[in-house]
């Protein structure tokens, strides 16, 4: 058959286009792909970043061009640079542990309400009890992502979950209904 594409081969009798062949193909041998690629960029990591550092320096000036354009088209950015550089650094943020900061590439959405008591927070702002007022709470830096967007109540409780501390205080507590 002249005109049957390697596609219509390759994937039996439907036929798909090519776009949507490479997505599906993606998708089928995306852990593996993910997978190689981590790998392969843990034993050549310092090989990428010297030759990210050695490419910055050699197109120094197209970038500084490029981000001055960029500035130029949107004026709104260079007025408003710290708050973006915030909220951008917000964005990836977890923690600051001993001066090491732990961010990972996508934290969860803010979702507008505690995950464990169910309030809403509707984004207002931090002073006026918004969605702000969540903070994402980790418990090991290992996996930032295993967290979740809690209330500065439920927090705490957690931070004294994490800690055992609630195994003191519901020792404490039982001791003193005990004596009496
Ligand atoms: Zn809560």
Partial sequence: MENQSIMDRLDGKERLDGKEYAR????ANKEVRIARSKAWYAVHRELCKARTVAWKAAHR??????RQARYAARPELMRDRAKYQRERRRARYVTLKFGLTVSIQNKPQ????????????PDRGALAGGHRSLAYHHWTDEHPEWGMYLCHPCH???EGIDNNRAAEYLRLKTAIEQSG
């Avoid at 599906?24 to 998708?27: A, G, K, S």
């Fill in 61 to 66: 000036e197209e970038i500084n061009a490029a």
């Fill in 110 to 121: 803010n979702p507008g309400f505690c995950a464990v008591c169910k309030h809403e927070y």
């Fill in 156 to 158: 705490l409780m957690a």
């Fill in 24 to 27: 599906r193909y993606y998708q």
